[in-house]
């Protein structure tokens, strides 16, 4: 039986292509999130990925830092060894008339060292790269009072760091001149390249975070937890005890060794101690201005950053 051309199509026999229409699903509108959260899971993977990316940095920073970098920073670190005194050099060598020479003890230490040091090479780099990975991972869950915080931390660190690298690097030469000189007359010495590498870097880091030390008092006075009274009460302390590890950390007992880690540093301290004075200057008119708040509520209100502009513009009045 034909069904007529000029008859409706019926709720039984629906037109092609409807059913297909009527059985499509709404679409799922995500819900809005200024706020950015994300649940733990994505933070786990985000961070897994932040760690792949930086490893792979490195890696590649290594690699690199192996075909190009060895040689010319080999020569850079072996500088402040070669520049001892012909004369120290001839006493100590173990071989009379090789000068500047440094032993390896076994067979694959050159490879070790080649692989070592391009690791460090590979890292420093390239440490730009990957510290930008701890920065986007980091810097979401922060408030903008606290990355101008890390900004400003961060971008301390690696200068002080340098600086005192860049010391340690002149005191280096100085420090072997007075070990390698107590070798007692008749003997020699076979002094190997991974005793030199650990030298060199014990003395580059040992400067470097030296250096670091008044960022600490700077975060310290930021919590809260050194004031600018308690500090002016410590300061004797303080500088006696930068003097006494510069005495102690510096392999050579002469003065100028001495005082090229402990005169920058306790400058360092004393512009930590401006900074500590003018930061609780700073809070004490806040309480003033808003009595019965703690320096927590009013950082976490803005009421600080009000106040701050407030003097700005009664300056540029009574300008």
Not at 105 to 122: M, P, R, T, V
Request: charged fraction near 15%; proline fraction near 6%; charge should be positive.
């Amino acid at each position: 039986m034909s069904v007529s051309q000029d008859s409706p199509v019926s709720s039984e026999n629906p037109a092609p292509g409807a059913g297909s229409r009527k059985q499509r699903r709404p679409r799922i509108r995500r819900e809005p999130n200024p706020e950015a959260r994300m649940p733990l899971i994505e933070h786990i993977r985000e961070l897994r990925n932040r760690i792949f990316k930086i490893v792979l940095l490195m890696l590649v920073g290594s690699v690199v830092a192996w075909f190009f970098f060895y040689h010319p920073v080999w020569k850079f670190i072996e500088a402040p060894y070669c520049n001892l005194p012909k004369s120290t050099l001839q006493h100590i060598s173990a071989i009379k008339g090789q000068g500047c020479t440094l032993y390896v003890s076994s067979i694959f230490d050159a490879l070790f060292l080649k692989l070592k040091l391009s690791i460090i090479i590979g890292i420093v780099v390239t440490s730009p790269l990957w510290m930008y990975q701890f920065w986007a991972f980091i810097g979401p869950g922060l408030h903008v009072k606290e990355k101008r915080w890390a900004y400003f931390f961060a971008g301390s660190a690696f200068p002080l760091f340098a600086i005192g690298g860049t010391l340690a690097y002149f005191a280096m030469t100085k420090g072997l001149h007075f070990l390698l000189d107590l070798l007692p007359s008749g003997s020699a010495a076979l002094i190997t390249i991974d005793s030199y590498i650990g030298y060199a870097l014990a003395m580059l880091l040992i400067f470097g975070l030296a250096f670091e030390l008044p960022l600490v008092m700077v975060l310290f006075n930021v919590v809260g937890v050194l004031t600018h009274k308690r500090f002016a009460k410590w300061r004797r302390m303080i500088i006696f005890g930068v003097f006494a590890f510069a005495a102690i950390a510096t392999p050579s007992p002469d003065p100028i060794s001495m005082l090229l880690l402990a005169v920058p540093c306790v400058l360092l301290v004393e512009l930590a101690e401006v900074f500590a004075w003018a930061n609780d200057r700073r809070k004490a008119k806040l309480a003033t201005a808003y009595p019965g708040l703690t320096a927590e509520e009013i950082s976490s209100y803005g009421l600080d950053e009000d106040m701050s502009m407030a003097g700005s513009d009664d300056l540029d009045s009574d300008s």
